[in-house]
C-alpha cells in the first residue's frame, strides 16, 4: 500500500468469549481484514480453544477442535494476517476460576475473576494454557498474557498476610506475577516475546517498575478506547515506560465493544474520534515509537456479561477506522474506499448503517440487527404505552380482570396482529443469518435478550384480548366430567 501509517502492525483483536465466529465465516471476512489494511489479528480464545487432559473442562460446548485451529491459521496466513494468541493469566480468569476443580486459586474466595499469585499451582495452571495454546501455534512472534484489571488483588488470605511485611505492596505483587508468567515464556517458547495490557503499570512508580525486571521480558499494550482520549498524558506515559527499560510499546485502540456491555451496533463517529487521537499520539513521538497497534472489538465486558455489538454488526466501523490509519485521517478517499469494499452507498458517520445497505460478509445481520435494535422496542412500547384505545381501554387493570368494551377488541387485535407479524418475519430471516455466521448458543442467547422481550410483551397482549373477546363458556352442569376439572 502507498499510504504511510505511523503504525506497522495493525491487528483486528478477535474477541471469542461471547458469540464466537464460524471458522466458515472468518474465512469470508479474513480477505475484508486484509483489503481494509490489517495485517494481523489478535486472537482471544478464552473458552474456545481446545484445552486437552485436566484442562478439558475449560472448554465450551462449541470450542473450536484443534483442526478448526489449523484451519483458522491457514486462512490467517493466506490473508497475510499475523496471529498473535491471547491467554488471560491473571485477571478476567472468570472463565477458568468458575471451575469448581479451579475455585481454590481465586484470590478472593466469592469471586472467579482473579487467579491467586500466591499458589505454585496457579502458575502452573498458566503455564499448562500458555504450552497447549502455544503448541496449536508454532510461528507465534508473540504472546498476549492478558494481566489487565487485576480485581481485588491483594485481598485475600495470602496476599493480606504477605502484605504486612515491610516493603510489600501490590504492585509488587502484581510484577512478580507478571515476571513470572513471562519467565515461563521466555524459558519455555524462547522465540516468544510476551504481550501484556498495560492498565496495571501505569500508576506505579518508576523506580519499581525499572527494578522489577519486567521490562525486560514483557511488551506493554497501552489501551484506551475513549473518544477524547488525553494525547498528552499518554505521550509522558510511553515517555515513562521507555525510561523504565520497556523496549517497544503497543498502542490498542476499539472499533466495538467499548461504548456499553449491551450495545448493539457501534457509534462509528466515538471509534473514528478514538483512532483519531491514537494517530495524534504517534505522531508526537519518532516515527516507529509504537510497534503496533491493536483494534479490539470486545465481544463481552466479561465473561458474565451479556453479549455486546456482534462482529458483522462491527464491520463499517472496523472498516473506517482501519483506513482513518492508513490515510491519516479520514478524508474522502478513506470514506470511498471503506464505501467501495462494504458495498454501501454511504457510510453516515451518524447513524447505524441503513437498512439493506452493504455486500460484505454479514451485512445482512448487521441491517436486520438495526432494525431490531432501532425500531423493535419502540414500535411495540407505542403500541402498549402510545395507542389510546390500549391505554384507555385495556389497561393492565382491564386485562387483570379480563375487562373490555367488546367493540375496542376491532381497534386494537388488527395493530397488534400487524406488528407481530412483521416483526416475526423479520427475526426468521435474522435467525437464518445468525446461523450461518454464529453457533446455536449465541444465536440463543442474542435472541432472547434482544428480541424475545418486546415480542412476549405482544404476544402477551394479543393472548389478553383473545381470551376477553372469547365469550365465556355456559357453566357445566355439575356432573361427573366438572368434578375431574382442575
Same mark, same amino acid.
Given at each position: 500500500?502507498?499510504?504511510?501509517?505511523?503504525?506497522?502492525?495493525?491487528?483486528?483483536?478477535? @474477541?471469542?468469549?461471547?458469540?464466537?465466529?464460524?471458522?466458515?465465516?472468518?474465512?469470508? $471476512? %479474513?480477505?475484508?481484514?486484509?483489503?481494509?489494511?490489517?495485517?494481523?489479528?489478535?486472537?482471544?480464545?478464552?473458552?474456545?480453544?481446545?484445552?486437552?487432559?485436566?484442562? =478439558?473442562?475449560? =472448554?465450551a460446548?462449541?470450542?473450536?477442535?484443534?483442526?478448526?485451529?489449523?484451519?483458522?491459521?491457514h486462512?490467517?496466513?493466506?490473508?497475510?494476517? #499475523?496471529? $498473535?494468541?491471547?491467554?488471560?493469566?491473571?485477571?478476567?480468569?472468570?472463565?477458568?476460576?468458575?471451575?469448581?476443580? %479451579?475455585?481454590?486459586?481465586?484470590?478472593?474466595?466469592?469471586?472467579?475473576?482473579?487467579?491467586?499469585?500466591?499458589?505454585? #499451582?496457579?502458575?502452573?495452571?498458566?503455564?499448562?494454557?500458555?504450552?497447549?495454546?502455544?503448541?496449536?501455534?508454532?510461528?507465534?512472534?508473540?504472546?498476549?498474557?492478558?494481566?489487565?484489571?487485576?480485581?481485588?488483588?491483594?485481598?485475600?488470605?495470602?496476599?493480606?498476610?504477605?502484605? &504486612?511485611?515491610?516493603?510489600?505492596?501490590? *504492585?509488587?505483587?502484581?510484577?512478580s506475577?507478571?515476571?513470572?508468567?513471562?519467565?515461563?515464556?521466555?524459558t519455555?517458547?524462547?522465540?516468544?516475546?510476551?504481550l501484556?495490557?498495560?492498565?496495571?503499570?501505569? +500508576?506505579?512508580?518508576?523506580?519499581?517498575?525499572?527494578?522489577?525486571?519486567?521490562?525486560?521480558?514483557?511488551?506493554?499494550v497501552?489501551? @484506551?478506547?475513549?473518544?477524547?482520549?488525553?494525547?498528552?498524558?499518554?505521550?509522558?506515559?510511553?515517555?515513562?515506560?521507555?525510561?523504565?527499560?520497556f523496549?517497544?510499546l503497543?498502542?490498542?485502540?476499539?472499533?466495538?465493544?467499548?461504548?456499553?456491555?449491551?450495545?448493539?451496533?457501534?457509534?462509528?463517529k466515538?471509534?473514528?474520534?478514538?483512532?483519531?487521537?491514537?494517530?495524534q499520539?504517534? *505522531?508526537?513521538?519518532?516515527?516507529?515509537?509504537?510497534?503496533?497497534?491493536?483494534?479490539?472489538?470486545?465481544?463481552?465486558? +466479561?465473561? %458474565?456479561?451479556?453479549?455486546?455489538?456482534?462482529?458483522?454488526?462491527?464491520?463499517?466501523?472496523?472498516?473506517?477506522?482501519?483506513?482513518?490509519?492508513?490515510?491519516?485521517?479520514?478524508?474522502?478517499?478513506?470514506?470511498?474506499?471503506?464505501?467501495?469494499?462494504?458495498?454501501?452507498?454511504?457510510l453516515?458517520?451518524?447513524?447505524?448503517?441503513?437498512? *439493506?445497505?452493504?455486500?460484505?460478509?454479514?451485512?445482512? $445481520?448487521?441491517?436486520?440487527?438495526? &432494525?431490531?435494535?432501532?425500531?423493535?422496542?419502540?414500535?411495540?412500547?407505542a403500541?402498549?404505552?402510545?395507542n389510546?384505545?390500549?391505554?384507555?381501554?385495556?389497561?393492565?387493570?382491564?386485562r387483570?380482570?379480563?375487562?373490555?368494551?367488546?367493540?375496542?377488541?376491532q381497534? $386494537?387485535?388488527?395493530?397488534?396482529?400487524?406488528?407481530?407479524?412483521?416483526?416475526? /418475519?423479520?427475526?426468521?430471516?435474522?435467525?437464518?443469518?445468525?446461523?450461518?455466521?454464529?453457533?446455536?448458543d449465541?444465536?440463543?442467547?442474542?435472541?432472547?435478550?434482544?428480541?424475545?422481550?418486546?415480542?412476549?410483551?405482544?404476544?402477551?397482549?394479543? &393472548?389478553?384480548?383473545?381470551?376477553?373477546? /372469547?365469550?365465556?363458556?355456559?357453566?357445566?352442569?355439575?356432573? =361427573?366430567?366438572?368434578? &375431574?376439572?382442575?
Amino acid at each position: 500500500m502507498s499510504v504511510s501509517t505511523p503504525f506497522k502492525m495493525r491487528l483486528v483483536h478477535l @474477541d471469542l468469549k461471547g458469540a464466537p465466529p464460524k471458522v466458515s465465516y472468518l474465512s469470508e $471476512i %479474513f480477505p475484508l481484514f486484509r483489503a481494509l489494511g490489517a495485517n494481523g489479528l489478535l486472537i482471544e480464545y478464552e473458552d474456545m480453544f481446545p484445552y486437552e487432559g485436566p484442562l =478439558r473442562l475449560l =472448554r465450551a460446548k462449541y470450542a473450536y477442535s484443534p483442526s478448526e485451529i489449523k484451519e483458522i491459521l491457514h486462512l490467517a496466513g493466506l490473508n497475510e494476517l #499475523e496471529v $498473535i494468541p491471547l491467554v488471560q493469566t491473571f485477571g478476567h480468569m472468570e472463565f477458568v476460576l468458575k471451575h469448581a476443580a %479451579f475455585a481454590h486459586l481465586r484470590e478472593v474466595g466469592p469471586f472467579p475473576c482473579t487467579l491467586n499469585p500466591h499458589e505454585a #499451582e496457579s502458575l502452573a495452571l498458566v503455564g499448562a494454557m500458555i504450552d497447549q495454546v502455544l503448541e496449536l501455534h508454532p510461528g507465534a512472534r508473540w504472546l498476549h498474557v492478558g494481566c489487565d484489571e487485576v480485581y481485588y488483588l491483594g485481598e485475600g488470605e495470602a496476599s493480606r498476610r504477605w502484605l &504486612q511485611q515491610e516493603q510489600n505492596s501490590t *504492585g509488587k505483587l502484581c510484577l512478580s506475577h507478571m515476571r513470572a508468567v513471562a519467565s515461563h515464556v521466555q524459558t519455555r517458547h524462547p522465540s516468544v516475546t510476551p504481550l501484556v495490557w498495560d492498565d496495571m503499570l501505569r +500508576d506505579l512508580p518508576e523506580d519499581q517498575l525499572a527494578a522489577s525486571g519486567v521490562p525486560q521480558l514483557v511488551e506493554p499494550v497501552l489501551w @484506551d478506547y475513549a473518544a477524547d482520549l488525553d494525547v498528552h498524558g499518554k505521550v509522558l506515559l510511553m515517555q515513562k515506560y521507555w525510561r523504565c527499560g520497556f523496549p517497544r510499546l503497543w498502542a490498542a485502540s476499539a472499533f466495538k465493544g467499548a461504548t456499553g456491555p449491551s450495545q448493539a451496533v457501534p457509534p462509528i463517529k466515538h471509534h473514528l474520534k478514538n483512532h483519531v487521537q491514537w494517530l495524534q499520539v504517534a *505522531g508526537s513521538r519518532p516515527t516507529d515509537s509504537l510497534q503496533g497497534i491493536i483494534l479490539t472489538g470486545w465481544q463481552r465486558y +466479561d465473561h %458474565f456479561s451479556v453479549l455486546c455489538e456482534l462482529l458483522p454488526a462491527g464491520v463499517p466501523s472496523l472498516a473506517a477506522c482501519l483506513q482513518l490509519l492508513l490515510h491519516g485521517g479520514f478524508d474522502g478517499d478513506a470514506k470511498a474506499k471503506v464505501e467501495n469494499l462494504l458495498g454501501i452507498s454511504n457510510l453516515e458517520m451518524m447513524d447505524p448503517v441503513r437498512e *439493506g445497505a452493504g455486500s460484505f460478509p454479514g451485512s445482512n $445481520i448487521l441491517a436486520l440487527v438495526t &432494525q431490531v435494535s432501532l425500531h423493535l422496542r419502540s414500535s411495540v412500547d407505542a403500541l402498549l404505552e402510545g395507542n389510546t384505545y390500549v391505554i384507555g381501554w385495556f389497561s393492565p387493570y382491564h386485562r387483570r380482570r379480563k375487562l373490555i368494551h367488546p367493540v375496542m377488541v376491532q381497534h $386494537i387485535q388488527p395493530a397488534a396482529l400487524s406488528l407481530l407479524a412483521q416483526w416475526s /418475519t423479520l427475526v426468521q430471516e435474522l435467525e437464518v443469518a445468525l446461523q450461518l455466521a454464529f453457533y446455536p448458543d449465541a444465536v440463543e442467547e442474542w435472541l432472547e435478550e434482544n428480541v424475545h422481550p418486546s415480542l412476549q410483551r405482544l404476544q402477551a397482549l394479543l &393472548q389478553d384480548l383473545s381470551e376477553v373477546a /372469547t365469550p365465556p363458556s355456559p357453566p357445566t352442569s355439575p356432573g =361427573r366430567d366438572a368434578a &375431574q376439572d382442575p
